[in-house]
């Protein structure tokens, strides 16, 4: 965990606590249907944490899981966070493809406009 510190002009970080990525057994996301940037980290104790914003917090989860798929292989739980977003494949995944979801979003739109101006026979 690093903490940011500005001093006049200048920003610092300082490394407050270390943890290994072998020793994770579960992220938990509180609550996977709510904007909520909160989540828990599971050691030999638990560390709850609140990321920048909601987005920065699947990014964490999805790099933590990388991490460990490349390097660990290891079983360790996410929990309560939504599918869809943790996985890259996911068309709503948002690594530069928020213009493809604008335009899905826009199709589907687009296709509730015209059905809602179709009169019924």
């Known amino acids: 965990m690093v ?36 989540f ?21 989860a999805r790099t933590l899981s990388k991490l460990n798929e490349m390097y660990l292989k290891k079983d360790f739980k996410i929990v309560n966070f939504d599918d869809t977003y943790l996985n890259d494949d996911s068309i709503w995944s948002s690594n530069n493809r928020d213009c493809l979801v604008l335009m899905r ?14 009169p019924l026979s």
């Open 3 to 38: 903490k940011h510190l500005r001093v006049d002009r200048e920003e610092k970080y300082e490394i407050v606590e270390k943890w290994f990525l072998k020793d994770l057994e579960m992220i938990d996301g509180k609550e996977a249907d709510t904007d909520n940037p909160y």
């Open 40 to 60: 828990d980290m599971h050691f030999h104790k638990v560390y709850s944490l609140e990321a920048y914003s909601c987005a920065s917090k699947y990014t964490f």
């Open 105 to 118: 979003i826009c199709f589907y739109a687009s296709n509730l406009l015209c059905l809602s101006l179709c």
